[in-house]
């Protein structure tokens, strides 16, 4: 069994209802005010296409998924953890 860890306590969930055309813009500015971010999609396409979108908002966004390969995922995760990317885009599934 995992021990607790302070991380955890630092976690913050916000669940925003925006227009679907307002969604990327949106996020893009809460992961600048926020910082490193994990944004959940329902599908594959979905991730790739939202990450795609960030980085036009010029958020740098990294991807994991199912149809990656494990070095993507793992390339993914270290980015995100160094602060190469500050916003994770995973599918729920990932979770």
């Known amino acids: 069994?995992?021990?607790e860890r302070d991380s955890i306590t630092r976690?913050?969930?916000r669940f925003l209802t925006v227009e679907r055309t307002e969604r990327v813009a949106v996020c893009a500015r809460l992961v600048g005010q926020l910082g490193s971010s994990?944004?959940?999609v329902r599908t594959k396409h979905g991730a790739?296409?939202?990450a795609k979108q960030l980085g036009r908002e010029g958020v740098r966004a990294a991807v994991i998924h199912g149809?990656?390969?494990q070095n993507q995922?793992?390339?993914a995760l270290a980015s995100?953890?160094?602060g190469a990317v500050?916003?994770?885009v995973a599918t729920d599934v990932a979770a």
């Open 86 to 88: 500050s916003t994770l």
């Open 11 to 13: 976690a913050e969930h």
């Open 67 to 69: 149809g990656r390969r």
């Open 80 to 82: 995100f953890h160094t």
């Open 73 to 75: 995922r793992d390339r």
């Open 1 to 3: 069994v995992e021990q």
């Open 48 to 50: 790739d296409r939202v």
């Open 38 to 40: 994990i944004v959940f």
